[in-house]
């Protein structure tokens, strides 16, 4: 049986996949952007609709948006308004991944409980 190095695949993941994967937890590394994401899976929202519904800071509001308007993921557009609104709405390319968190929450609701049923909690 061979000994699995640190950061390396197991034998069954394609070196590929693995980068490919890799690249995934790059995009999305953090706490927030998958929730933001599924929040705009809904509709667009403004950015304080967004703060608030999340609970979470401005400034790390700001700077989960902006990294994911720079991967593609989101759109930002600045309503015409007194003052000035700005909308974020998920793009076609953060959309493909509504599928990939399906199945993170389907994995994780089946593990919840697996581990109550089971006492690991």
Known sequence: MMAKKKGTCQPTCSAEMC???Q???EILNGKWKILILI???EKPYTFMELSRKL???PRMLTRELQDMEMNGLVTRTVLLTKP???EYAVTKT???LKKVFTHMGNWGIS???KCCCAGFN
């Open 19 to 21: 980068r490919g994967i």
């Open 111 to 113: 593990y919840r409980e």
């Open 84 to 86: 000035n609104t700005v």
């Open 94 to 96: 953060g959309i493909s």
């Open 39 to 41: 929040k705009l899976f």
């Open 23 to 25: 690249d995934l937890m």
């Open 55 to 57: 609970k979470i800071s």
